[in-house]
């Protein structure tokens, strides 16, 4: 049931992500906001985003907070006082709803029991665990700082804290993984049975190392995977997996994952029934999501806009919100397009006609109807949803849909 405000008025729904900007050490892949950075300076953030969570909570005091995600970075490697102070600092400021979901991105040698405990205690009731994979080799490649044991480690103290609703993140196509290391990982992670598990192949950034060794993805495509080699560091010499290889991965997780039990829900995201990701879900259907912390992307009502991401501005207290720009029906139509079909499920016919007053076949019967003679998109019960073979090729058929 909606909440209503004491005016009558119902209230709107807000998620609010909040953004922890450090790492014990930057990984080899990573172009996300973040970076290592002192005990004095983490404190010092914390204290800048307990202000703006302040400040922004007077524009929001008419909106019913429906999920919570704390990501990075690395939000564990806060102490657990600091964790705590975010969390009475929502509680106190923002119309949490009951039972919501509050999510926190961990990295394993980052959080102990003590922690997780008090985790969950300050209200977090979800984990996304960044395993990535259980191969030390490709760890190591990667530049993260754990191994499988780190992780199992990590994993079995948040169960013994009480998290009931656990993320795994792993990856595929990494250099120097084969078929069988890939497979080990999922399987390794199965043992463990987490509700969720998000499984992302890699993609090479421009900016990391890994882009200076490996040069950028439409190079080695145009060039047949020729340029597999690393350049520069003698150790990095390694091979990414071949174009069959990466189809192998790819079509292994969904057989491996459904068998035990995982729906997939959205292209890289499967879950246990029940426990699809509700935050995320708010992204891929546009919905109101605050911002907080350095970079922190907002959507509000149509408009989206995102914090300062210099840390040294966010630090003096300056939480101006930078490019704002108001979507015009067109760019909407799009990422509902864009986004909806991400999601297994596809989007609503008549969701979109809510939202646009136009019928989807009015702006997009040309586009569906090429992409259905194609054999990529289908409809279904009043949706239009991606077929196995438009997963494969998602990127083709999003641009189908550009205005
Ligand atoms: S732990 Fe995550 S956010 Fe931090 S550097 Fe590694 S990949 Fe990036």
């Given at each position: 049931?909606?909440?209503?405000?004491?005016?009558?008025?119902?209230?709107?729904?807000l998620s609010i992500y909040i953004h922890i900007p450090?790492?014990?050490?930057?990984?080899?892949?990573?172009?996300f906001l973040s970076?290592?950075?002192?005990?004095?300076?983490?404190?010092?953030y914390?204290?800048m985003l307990l202000m703006e969570m302040?400040e922004a909570s007077?524009e929001y005091?008419?909106y019913?907070v429906v999920s919570v995600f704390l990501g990075g970075g690395?939000p564990?490697?806060?102490?657990?006082?600091?964790?705590?102070?975010i969390?009475?600092?929502l509680?106190?400021e923002y119309?949490?709803?009951?039972?919501?979901?509050?999510t926190s991105e961990?990295?394993?040698?980052?959080?102990?029991?003590?922690?997780?405990?008090?985790?969950?205690?300050?209200?977090?009731?979800?984990?996304?665990?960044?395993?990535?994979?259980?191969?030390?080799?490709?760890?190591?490649?990667?530049?993260?700082?754990?191994?499988?044991?780190?992780?199992?480690?990590?994993?079995?103290?948040?169960?013994?804290?009480?998290?009931?609703?656990?993320?795994?993140?792993?990856?595929?196509?990494?250099?120097?993984?084969?078929?069988?290391?890939?497979?080990?990982?999922?399987?390794?992670?199965?043992?463990?049975?987490?509700?969720?598990?998000?499984?992302?192949?890699?993609?090479?950034?421009?900016?990391?190392?890994?882009?200076?060794?490996?040069?950028?993805?439409?190079?080695?495509?145009?060039?047949?995977?020729?340029?597999?080699?690393?350049?520069?560091?003698?150790?990095?010499?390694?091979?990414?997996?071949?174009?069959?290889?990466?189809?192998?991965?790819?079509?292994?997780?969904?057989?491996?994952?459904?068998?035990?039990?995982?729906?997939?829900?959205?292209?890289?995201?499967?879950?246990?029934?029940?426990?699809?990701?509700?935050h995320n879900?708010v992204y891929?259907?546009r919905k109101n999501y605050l911002g907080l912390g350095i970079g922190a992307a907002s959507f509000i009502n149509g408009e989206r806009f995102h914090n300062t991401e210099d840390l040294?501005t966010y630090?003096?207290?300056k939480f101006e919100k930078e490019d704002r720009m108001?979507?015009?029906?067109?760019?909407?139509?799009?990422?509902?397009?864009?986004?909806?079909?991400?999601?297994?499920?596809?989007?609503?016919?008549?969701?979109?006609?809510?939202?646009?007053?136009?019928?989807?076949?009015?702006?997009?019967?040309?586009?569906?109807?090429?992409?259905?003679?194609?054999?990529?998109?289908?409809?279904?019960?009043?949706?239009?949803?991606?077929?196995?073979?438009?997963?494969?090729?998602?990127?083709?058929?999003?641009?189908?849909?550009?205005?």
């Amino acid at each position: 049931m909606r909440k209503i405000k004491e005016d009558g008025a119902v209230m709107k729904e807000l998620s609010i992500y909040i953004h922890i900007p450090f790492c014990v050490k930057k990984c080899n892949y990573c172009d996300f906001l973040s970076a290592p950075a002192d005990e004095n300076t983490k404190k010092r953030y914390v204290d800048m985003l307990l202000m703006e969570m302040e400040e922004a909570s007077k524009e929001y005091s008419g909106y019913e907070v429906v999920s919570v995600f704390l990501g990075g970075g690395t939000p564990s490697v806060l102490t657990a006082e600091d964790t705590g102070r975010i969390l009475t600092s929502l509680y106190e400021e923002y119309n949490i709803k009951n039972g919501v979901e509050i999510t926190s991105e961990v990295n394993p040698k980052t959080a102990d029991n003590e922690k997780l405990k008090a985790y969950y205690q300050a209200g977090i009731n979800r984990l996304s665990i960044g395993l990535q994979s259980a191969d030390a080799g490709e760890l190591k490649i990667l530049g993260r700082i754990h191994d499988f044991e780190d992780f199992s480690a990590t994993f079995n103290a948040a169960r013994e804290a009480g998290f009931s609703n656990i993320n795994v993140d792993v990856m595929s196509a990494l250099p120097g993984q084969r078929v069988s290391s890939y497979q080990d990982t999922l399987k390794k992670v199965l043992a463990l049975s987490p509700e969720h598990i998000s499984a992302y192949s890699l993609m090479i950034e421009e900016g990391t190392p890994f882009f200076d060794w490996y040069g950028d993805e439409d190079a080695l495509r145009r060039d047949g995977r020729e340029m597999k080699y690393a350049r520069g560091e003698k150790n990095v010499h390694l091979h990414l997996p071949s174009e069959e290889e990466e189809r192998k991965m790819y079509e292994m997780t969904e057989q491996l994952l459904a068998r035990r039990g995982y729906h997939r829900y959205e292209i890289s995201n499967y879950a246990k029934p029940g426990y699809e990701c509700f935050h995320n879900m708010v992204y891929w259907t546009r919905k109101n999501y605050l911002g907080l912390g350095i970079g922190a992307a907002s959507f509000i009502n149509g408009e989206r806009f995102h914090n300062t991401e210099d840390l040294q501005t966010y630090l003096c207290g300056k939480f101006e919100k930078e490019d704002r720009m108001v979507l015009v029906q067109q760019d909407c139509m799009e990422e509902f397009m864009f986004l909806g079909l991400r999601l297994i499920k596809g989007v609503s016919e008549r969701e979109f006609q809510l939202q646009f007053g136009v019928p989807i076949e009015a702006i997009y019967g040309e586009a569906i109807t090429k992409m259905e003679k194609q054999g990529l998109l289908k409809r279904k019960e009043g949706r239009i949803c991606l077929t196995h073979r438009g997963i494969d090729v998602s990127n083709y058929v999003m641009s189908e849909f550009l205005l």
